[in-house]
């Protein structure tokens, strides 16, 4: 039997009382019911759950019946539901997703917490903690970021760590023979009108896997292993072509995408001059923007699989979890 929309209304009007105190339910509304996945025509009153729980597993109190005053019902987990947050505001204590960085930076993303030798630790980028190779041990973390108000001492909140230095490639070289060579060459291109010039250049001597710093928070209570609109990390992973993914960032916030490319090799801008290349990348689409740096990335389970570090109008460029971990020896 069809039901109009007013007479399920008043029935979830007249039932509201008795189903928000259920165990795990943290809405009621009015919506067509969904089965094996499809939505059907059928107007139901909706119990929005934390997580869904086997009839067997609850006392009848807080089991929602089939049907109410003769209108279906459906159940549908939504999770906790939270009042979003201003992500470039001051936090105590600090979840991932929010506004952090050294202090002589704009401001990024503080990804997760992470363990080493039993400690905690903040995890970001190294462009966002350690000023792009060229921050000192002990140097003063802010949170928000600078560019978010953040200012010292008021917004210090953590020391810089350990970061593992990137690679850039350089400029110019100065080697005399080289430079002795090239000319000789160039001056061959124009004797013979070719627009052909050569240039020496110093070749970077190591790939880099990993753009990671992490900081020592000053005191454990002010920072937390919740992410925002994500909740806690359940465990590691690895990121595989055709993944879904999410990350939580400063400024964009909760996004959702697809690795679409593994074993990248991409050359990253750090500014005018400062270039370095990355080896076995992941590659997603357009889920990030500038101030993202750091955002942790998880798989659909929570599963942390990489960190957010650069990308472009239309694509993110994301470090394998395993090399982060491996290179600054952390654990969850």
């Known amino acids: 039997m069809a039901h109009d929309l007013d007479s399920v209304r008043a029935a979830l009007v007249k039932n509201r009382s008795r189903l928000l105190p259920q165990t795990n339910v943290v809405a009621t509304g009015v919506g067509y019911k969904v089965t094996r996945g ?3 025509d059928a107007l139901s009153i909706v119990c929005s759950v934390t997580k869904k729980v086997a009839l067997s597993q609850l006392p009848p109190r807080d089991q929602v019946p089939p049907t109410i005053d003769g209108i279906p019902t459906d159940v549908v987990a939504t999770g906790v539901i939270r009042a979003f947050q201003d992500r470039t505001a001051r936090h105590r204590p600090a979840p991932g997703g929010v506004s952090i960085g050294h202090r002589s930076i704009t401001a990024g993303t503080l990804g997760c917490l992470v363990r080493r030798a039993g400690q905690v630790f903040v995890l970001s980028n190294n462009h966002v903690l350690a000023n792009s190779n060229d921050a000192s041990r002990g140097d003063a973390i802010l949170q928000p970021g600078p560019h978010d108000g953040g200012r010292f001492p008021d917004d210090h909140i ?18 005399r023979f080289a430079r002795g060579l090239v000319a000789v060459l160039n001056a061959a291109c124009s004797s013979i009108r070719s627009k052909t010039r050569y240039r020496v250049v110093n070749i970077q ?6 753009d990671a710093a ?6 454990p209570s002010s920072v937390t ?29 909760l996004t959702t995408g697809e690795i679409m490319q593994v074993d990248v ?4 801008e750090y500014g005018p001059g400062r270039l370095a290349q990355f080896g076995d990348q992941l590659l997603a689409g357009p889920m990030s923007q500038g101030g993202d740096s750091g955002s942790a990335v998880l798989d659909k389970n929570n599963r942390l699989v990489g ?26």
């Open 307 to 332: 960190l957010l570090f650069a990308g472009s109008e239309n694509s993110t460029i994301i470090n394998r979890i395993e090399h982060v971990f491996s290179a600054l020896s952390l654990t969850l």
């Open 205 to 210: 001597a190591t790939e880099n896997h990993v």
């Open 225 to 253: 292993s919740e992410i925002l609109e994500i909740g806690r990390i359940s465990g590691l992973g690895s990121g595989n072509l055709g993944m879904a993914i999410k990350k939580s960032g400063r400024t964009t916030g």
């Open 214 to 219: 992490i900081a020592r928070p000053l005191e």
């Open 158 to 175: 953590a020391g810089l760590e350990d970061f593992v230095p990137i690679t850039f490639l350089e400029p110019p070289s100065e080697c």
């Open 265 to 268: 090799t991409v050359n990253v």
């Open 38 to 40: 499809r939505k059907t």
